[in-house]
Nanobody, 115 residues
Framework: QVQLVESGGGLAQAGGSLRLSCVAS????????MSWYRQAPGKQRELGAV???????NDADFVQGRFIISRDNAKNTMYLKMSSLKPEDTAVYYC?????????WGQGTQVTVSS
């Protein structure tokens, strides 16, 4: 069983920055992949970025250009540095990890961006 705990969300002004963290209970290099998603009110959950064990990242639409995904293996932590925030970035942000044959999710962290 893998536990993921997100933190770092909160209220930010448009144009501001936040850094989200996702701490895993298991050694993250053992994961096949780790990902950031978000879900805005009334919308489907959307993929932000995937970090795969094969190396490198695959950024989806909402990450490209303003957000940076990174990992600290020693801390078993994945980060999402968000810059130039916009009100439309308001959402619950989730991390997920694929370990062996299962996918695990954190509880999410709320990000609210005011205009």
């Amino acid at each position: 069983q893998v536990q993921l705990v997100e933190s770092g969300g909160g209220l930010a002004q448009a144009g501001g920055s936040l850094r989200l963290s996702c701490v895993a209970s298991t050694n993250i290099p053992s994961f096949r992949a780790m990902s950031w998603y978000r879900q805005a009110p009334g919308k489907q959950r959307e993929l932000g970025a995937v970090w795969s064990s094969g190396g490198g990242t695959n950024d989806a639409d909402f990450v490209q250009g303003r957000f940076i995904i990174s990992r600290d293996n020693a801390k078993n932590t994945m980060y999402l540095k968000m810059s130039s925030l916009k009100p439309e970035d308001t959402a619950v942000y989730y991390c997920s990890a694929t370990y062996q044959s299962a996918t695990y999710w954190g509880q999410g962290t709320q990000v609210t961006v005011s205009s």
